[in-house]
């Protein structure tokens, strides 16, 4: 199984109207140490473009909270409890997985793992789809790798 491809019609998920979008949806594990390392530096879509990013926890919504606060997470998260039939419907082989969805339901860009040259361009096409000013996520003086495996 692989990730959604870009062009690929999302999925639907219960309380996000892709047709309000666009939509950054970022899926995550707490136990995860790269989700871990990429949550403050994704918190920064949620800063950038309010309510665009909704993030998917694999995990029951009180670890989800208490993530949050741990890592200074405010935009909203879903729960996908096992057998994890979202994380199955978007082909997630690996955490943390971010995918931007275009208000037709059409994914326009997938990143998986974390990727910094990813993560901006997908701040990038962000900003270019909701009529926002970019926003650079990370960069090379913030103390994270380019990239790192999820």
């Given at each position: ?17 892709f047709g309000t979008g666009p939509f950054a949806l970022f899926f995550y594990k ?66 943390p997985t971010t995918f931007l969805v275009d208000r037709d339901g059409t994914i ?43």
């Open positions: 199984m692989r990730a959604l491809a870009t062009g690929s019609t999302a999925p639907p998920i219960e309380g996000v109207e707490v136990t995860c140490p790269v989700c871990q390392m990429a949550a403050p530096k994704v918190q920064g879509f949620e800063s950038a473009y309010p309510g665009r990013i909704v993030g998917i926890g694999q995990d029951p919504e009180q670890s989800l909270v208490s993530f949050g606060r741990e890592f200074g997470v405010t935009f909203h998260s879903l729960v996908d409890a096992p057998p994890y039939d979202l994380s199955n419907a978007y082909g997630i082989t690996v955490v326009v860009e997938s990143v998986e793992s974390w990727d910094r040259e990813g993560i901006n361009a997908l701040s990038a096409r962000l900003a270019e789809l909701s009529d926002a000013p970019y926003v650079q996520i990370s960069d090379s003086t913030d103390g994270l790798p380019s990239f790192r495996p999820g």
